[in-house]
């Protein structure tokens, strides 16, 4: 369907031309280098990243388990797949590159080659971002900002309007990183082995939630085992003339929610929560474990406190301090530093012989 895709043909200059050497620059990006020119004839872009959704429909009605798997936002009903409540209109991820190719060759389109990919995010007058100027923020995509995630994971597709592309695309960058119909390969085969992958690796482009600025942006490129399910890598289809746009897909109908095996929601291992020892100290700013019990240096008070198991007020072992702020414990004896002593103080606290 053309109406839920975005013409684009040009040329433009693809890659990224700097070359100056630096700790976390772009001159270690060598595998986006030489810059070279692209022309490209017209294609069509989704607007959108395939959503869970559409796989869901696709498995349903041609893939079955062979590209379903259980860590997917996907649940098997009597007679399909269906999305996980909530995530119908997320990107769909946790995909295979075959199952992004094949899902595409089933909607009759194409995965994308990563020039085409490029052009729809820089355009021809070589932008860094989909968008006409400025850089990213969590306003425009859904990434990791080096502090923080904008998002706690991805999100539906199209939350980002401020980040379409001058041409009308959505996500290009964040949210999930996308397959590419691509082998990895440099673009200059003179670039030393040791900065190039191995071979039978897929390019992955866009970035995602969890990836930072530095990999959204249009020049760059990533070499990804085409095996890898990745909850941070997705996919969108194209299309050019010659593509079987119209294949047969059959019905596109949802399958009915009956007999749905529900997925136990994602959770933590319970983790036990603090405990109070001690009570009625004041500003205690030492601790010290000596022979299988726990002290305390009460500054307030001008004392040292031993930890008792069933004793909340705890035991005075040592009084009459001037400010107590640290305890050292070895070869069974406690070592106490005062604060506002005329002269360092040794004070034996406990000994077990």
Known sequence: NLATMVAHSGGFEMGWADTTPG????????????????????????????TVGAFARFLTHAAGDYHFHARQPVERVRDGYLPIAGTEHEPMRLVTWAAARDYCRWAG?????????EYAVRGADGRNWPWAEGGASCARANYFTGASHCQAGPVR?????????VDGVADLVGNVAEWMADDYAPYDPATPAAIVPSSGLKVVRGGGWRDVRLGMRGHARRAVDPALRSDNIGFRCAYSEGDTLSADRGALTDAEDIDRELKAAPAAAPAPGAVRALTGLSSPQGVAYLEGEWYVADTGNGRV?????????????????????????????????????????????????
């Open 305 to 353: 406190m031993r930890v008792e198991a069933d004793n909340l007020e705890g035991t005075v072992v040592l009084s009459g301090l001037i400010e107590p702020r640290q305890l050292l414990a070895g070869g069974g004896v406690l070592w106490i530093a005062e604060a506002g002593a005329s002269q360092g103080r040794e004070q034996i606290a406990r000994r077990r012989r």
């Open 157 to 165: 597709v199209g939350s980002h309007p401020e980040g379409d592309s």
């Open 109 to 117: 389109k194409r995965l994308p080659t990563e020039a085409e990919y």
């Open 23 to 50: 700790p976390y620059g772009d001159g270690w990006f060598i595998d986006q280098q030489p810059i070279h020119s692209v022309t490209l004839d017209l294609y069509y872009l989704d607007e959108a990243e395939v």
